[in-house]
């Protein structure tokens, strides 16, 4: 059971850090305007800036009439999916559940931020010039959303490489895998 507690620590720690951010940038409530610098972490590359995204992910839903309902709705079908998967799966691994601590975790956290107010509060900014007022990465993007790319990069290692159906299986894992298999 220790990954409930990587969940309630990465669900508490996105909560607390958007708090915190939310309430030194004195911009609360203006969802739609532009960001709001608060401080350097590591001078002109990481940096907290507050800033109030009612689109998803990178922009990629700007013009989506009602995103936040759509995104309510679509946060309970997926962790409905996650908890039925947990509920009715026999085996699951270490690495698996750790996986799916840090998806929902990510999940739960930016969906009480658009049940709340809607829009994510999102505040940490990575800053890599590409040219002139260009940056490689411009988005946004906090401790919830963190979690979930970490969460899904290792959900995507497992099942290429670590689960016993994995794509790209080792010739010793296979071997042993059928070896178990054909032992039951």
């Known amino acids: 059971m220790w990954y409930i507690f990587i969940f309630i620590a990465v669900l508490l720690l996105d909560q607390v850090s958007k708090i915190l951010i939310a309430a030194s940038s004195g ?3 203006m969802s739609g305007s532009t960001s709001t610098h608060i401080t350097w972490i590591i001078n002109n590359f990481i940096e907290f800036t507050y800033s109030e995204n009612s689109n998803g992910a990178m922009g990629l839903f700007e013009n989506l009439p009602h995103s936040d309902v759509w995104f309510i709705v679509f946060t309970v079908l997926i962790l ?3 908890v039925a ?4 799966s026999k085996k699951r691994t270490r690495w698996l559940n750790t996986t799916i601590a840090l998806i929902i975790a990510g999940a739960v956290g930016n969906f009480i931020d658009r049940l709340t107010s809607g829009y994510v509060r999102d505040f940490i ?3 890599i010039p590409i040219g002139k007022n260009k940056d490689f990465f411009p988005y946004i993007f906090n401790v919830a959303d963190i979690a979930l790319v970490v969460g899904a990069i290792m959900l995507v290692v497992y099942l290429l490489f ?5 794509i790209f299986k080792s010739k010793t894992t296979k071997e042993k ?3 178990s298999d054909n032992s039951k």
């Open 27 to 29: 911009a609360v409530g």
């Open 80 to 82: 409905g999916g996650i």
């Open 85 to 88: 998967y947990l509920i009715f």
């Open 125 to 127: 900014h990575v800053i």
């Open 162 to 166: 670590l689960d016993k159906d994995a």
């Open 177 to 179: 895998s059928k070896i």
